[in-house]
């Protein structure tokens, strides 16, 4: 963990220690659950490290439902953390807000309003003042606990797109393949999403979609560098638009990112 002086106003020589890190969220998947899928593929290798073919498949079939869930709930936490940046900035006004996102806002309100009760108890009447930020809160926690399939698009049901335009109004697989300059990534992790619900209902991906260790290795190292800059992403719009940041972007996450993508931060 890095840490860096900051002077504590301009007239003052007294220094404070900030911490320097990227998300929570992603601290967690990067640090712990990168590990622990990868150790399972280590596992799966070592119990076949002797002649004949390898079995106990079932271990890489499980690092991959790890590695899918841990992927989901670092979309859903990122989002929550980015909520809570956005909730506890009193400087924050709602004009200051993605004009995408105060129309979401807005409409959401109205969808809700029930019309048999007090008016100032309906949701839009949080829309003045500050209330917006716990209506915003509010929306990101009705949208989360039947969200179970962390694809970026999906015919049916929610979706990532869907997730990250509760807190940022834009939609995030456009601006990951623009960052990544990687058209049809997501096409590519929604798909290793898809293995994820084979092997969940079967339990067993067919002998065409088969895992190896080197196959787990790069859908995490995918995942990881997704993650790694869907956060510079957040950071970057939070700069942009409302004039702070939720977190830093620190080595960890440019070490994950493609040189292209280095280049861009």
Same mark, same amino acid.
């Given at each position: 963990? +890095?840490?860096?002086?900051?002077?504590?106003?301009?007239?003052?020589?007294?220094?404070?220690?900030?911490?320097?890190?990227?998300? $929570?969220?992603?601290?967690? =998947?990067?640090? %712990?659950?990168?590990?622990?899928?990868?150790?399972?593929?280590?596992?799966?290798?070592?119990?076949?490290?002797?002649?004949?073919?390898?079995?106990?498949?079932?271990?890489?079939?499980?690092?991959?439902?790890?590695?899918?869930? $841990?992927?989901?709930?670092?979309?859903?936490?990122?989002?929550?953390?980015?909520? !809570?940046?956005?909730?506890?900035?009193?400087?924050?006004?709602?004009?200051?807000?993605?004009? %995408?996102?105060? %129309?979401? @806002?807005?409409?959401?309100?109205?969808?809700?309003?029930?019309?048999?009760?007090?008016?100032? @108890?309906?949701?839009?009447?949080? @829309?003045?003042?500050?209330?917006?930020?716990? @209506?915003?809160?509010?929306?990101? !926690?009705?949208?989360?606990?039947? =969200?179970?399939?962390?694809?970026?698009?999906?015919?049916?049901?929610?979706?990532?797109?869907?997730?990250?335009?509760?807190?940022?109004?834009?939609?995030?697989?456009?601006?990951?393949? $623009?960052?990544?300059?990687?058209?049809?990534?997501?096409?590519?992790?929604?798909?290793?999403?898809?293995?994820?619900?084979?092997?969940?209902?079967?339990?067993?991906?067919? &002998?065409?979609?088969?895992?190896?260790?080197?196959?787990?290795?790069?859908?995490? !190292?995918?995942?990881?560098? &997704? !993650?790694?800059?869907?956060?510079?992403?957040?950071?970057?719009? =939070?700069?942009? +638009?409302?004039?702070?940041?939720?977190?830093?972007?620190?080595?960890?996450?440019?070490?994950?990112?493609?040189?292209?993508?280095?280049?861009?931060?």
């Amino acid at each position: 963990m +890095k840490m860096r002086p900051t002077l504590g106003c301009a007239n003052s020589r007294q220094i404070y220690w900030s911490y320097e890190l990227p998300s $929570s969220a992603f601290n967690v =998947f990067n640090n %712990k659950k990168r590990a622990e899928v990868l150790e399972i593929a280590q596992v799966f290798e070592d119990i076949n490290n002797r002649p004949g073919p390898n079995t106990k498949y079932s271990l890489l079939n499980g690092a991959l439902v790890l590695l899918v869930s $841990s992927w989901e709930v670092y979309c859903e936490d990122v989002c929550k953390q980015a909520a !809570a940046s956005i909730h506890g900035r009193a400087s924050l006004t709602f004009a200051n807000l993605d004009e %995408k996102l105060r %129309k979401d @806002l807005i409409q959401y309100a109205g969808s809700q309003y029930k019309g048999n009760q007090d008016p100032l @108890l309906e949701k839009v009447a949080l @829309l003045p003042d500050g209330g917006w930020r716990q @209506l915003l809160v509010d929306r990101l !926690a009705e949208y989360t606990p039947d =969200f179970n399939t962390p694809k970026f698009t999906r015919q049916r049901g929610k979706d990532l797109n869907g997730l990250f335009r509760q807190v940022l109004g834009i939609k995030i697989s456009t601006a990951l393949e $623009s960052f990544l300059e990687d058209q049809g990534l997501c096409a590519r992790l929604d798909g290793v999403v898809t293995l994820r619900g084979e092997i969940a209902h079967t339990g067993d991906a067919q &002998a065409g979609n088969r895992l190896t260790c080197a196959l787990l290795r790069l859908h995490t !190292a995918s995942f990881i560098e &997704a !993650a790694a800059a869907i956060d510079v992403i957040i950071h970057r719009e =939070f700069r942009t +638009k409302l004039g702070f940041a939720p977190w830093q972007i620190t080595q960890p996450i440019r070490n994950t990112l493609r040189p292209i993508a280095q280049n861009k931060i």
